[in-house]
């Protein structure tokens, strides 16, 4: 089967392949998908604020949920009243809301990917997907030296980087593999033993507890998947 012409298909002046085979999109990323990916991101952020704010409860300072959904609602507030040339813009507005309205350490450490992101593929009206590939390893990198910390210590990176190796894996978007990925790695955490962050202070008693900057990080690619379903 040929791949459909890219220059057949135009979206807002952007241009993406959507020919996909057995799970996996042929896209580049534009605007219009970041805007999306974040408004599912802030929709997903509201609806668990509780459940975030449950899970940092025992090992934290139990206002995660209602940080991230106050941040990620800024995200929305913010990036729906400009209007953006590149992937990168948004995404570097998005990395300074975040920094800036995210209390805790999240804040600087979502932040911290996202200006990454931005860094790793600006100058191009579309995202390809060894692109976006580039920019994720970029964030992973950027959020452990931000953090002082690798994977397997309890903390955001152990979403994060699992999703940087499976896309490196692959050769194209695949919705399936971001959302599976994601919720494995965030499982994962319920055993580990937390030595960054307040959570280290429990020590032993972290453990049986699912990290809740993981949980946020899921949903954050849990809505990426549903934005590439959607434009598959």
Same mark, same amino acid.
């Given at each position: 089967? /040929? ?8 979206? *807002?002046?952007? $241009? ?9 999109? &042929? ?11 974040? +408004?599912? %991101? ?9 459940? &975030? ?13 209602? *940080? ?9 507030? +913010?990036?729906? +009243? ?8 948004? &995404?570097? #507005? ?14 600087? &450490? ?9 860094? /790793?593929?600006?100058? =191009? ?13 970029? /964030? ?17 990176? #152990? ?10 894996? *692959?050769?194209?978007?695949? @919705?399936?593999?971001?959302?599976? !990925? ?5 499982? *994962? !955490?319920?055993?580990?033993?937390? %030595?960054?962050?307040? @959570? /280290? $202070?429990?020590?032993?008693? =972290? ?9 946020? =990080?899921? $949903? ?13």
């Amino acid at each position: 089967m /040929a791949v459909p012409d890219k220059n057949d298909m135009k979206v *807002n002046s952007i $241009y993406f392949s959507c020919f996909s085979m057995e799970g996996e999109f &042929l896209m580049e990323i534009d605007v219009q998908m970041i805007l999306d990916w974040m +408004k599912k %991101t802030n929709e997903k952020m509201q609806e668990n604020k509780s459940y &975030l704010t449950s899970l940092d409860q025992p090992i934290g300072d139990g206002d995660h949920g209602i *940080n991230m959904a106050r941040g990620f609602q800024e995200v929305e507030n +913010k990036v729906t +009243k400009e209007s953006y040339a590149t992937p990168s813009d948004v &995404l570097k #507005d998005i990395a300074m809301t975040l920094m800036s309205k995210v209390g805790g350490a999240s804040g600087p &450490l979502f932040g911290t990917a996202f200006l990454k992101l931005s860094t /790793a593929v600006k100058g =191009s009206e579309t995202v390809s997907y060894e692109s976006f590939v580039n920019g994720i390893e970029q /964030a992973v990198t950027g959020v452990k030296q931000r953090g002082k910390a690798e994977a397997g210590e309890k903390t955001m990176i #152990d979403v994060w980087f699992p999703i940087s190796e499976a896309l490196r894996e *692959n050769e194209a978007f695949s @919705a399936d593999v971001l959302v599976d !990925t994601a919720k494995q790695a965030m499982e *994962n !955490t319920k055993e580990m033993l937390a %030595t960054k962050g307040r @959570a /280290a $202070y429990f020590k032993e008693k =972290s453990q049986g507890h699912i990290d809740p900057g993981s949980a946020s =990080s899921f $949903y954050l690619f849990e809505a990426l998947s549903e934005v590439l379903k959607e434009r598959a």
